[in-house]
């Protein structure tokens, strides 16, 4: 999905989700529309979301006042035990490096 889209500007994806931001809102959904058409794909449209002013992508909730993780995404970290011994050390150590490896880009 990133090589069809690449190059149109305020378009993210992540997987099969996608944000698109941007000043002029229609002419960037018509560009990623077209794009997606000419490669032989389409947007299912009873899941799409268009001209919201918040929008919950990849964990992070957008909207003009800026960027907040939702809770969920930060629940493993907060609601981990502390580490007693070694053993526990390294099992919240795989948690912080799991979610790392899997962290996606923020929105431009």
């Not at 001209?51 to 939702?70: A, M, N, S």
Request: proline letters at 4%.
């Amino acid at each position: 999905m990133d090589q069809i889209l690449q190059g149109l500007k305020g378009v993210q994806c992540n997987q099969d989700d996608m944000i698109i931001t941007g000043k002029d809102d229609h002419e960037h959904i018509r560009a990623v529309l077209f794009r997606l058409h000419f490669h032989g794909l389409k947007a299912n449209l009873e899941t799409c979301q268009f001209l919201r002013d918040e929008v919950i992508f990849c964990g992070i909730k957008i909207y003009k006042e800026g960027l907040h993780k939702t809770s969920d995404k930060i629940a493993p970290f907060v609601n981990a035990p502390i580490p007693n011994d070694k053993s526990q050390l390294r099992s919240f150590m795989a948690l912080v490096n799991y979610y790392h490896k899997h962290k996606h880009r923020k929105p431009n």
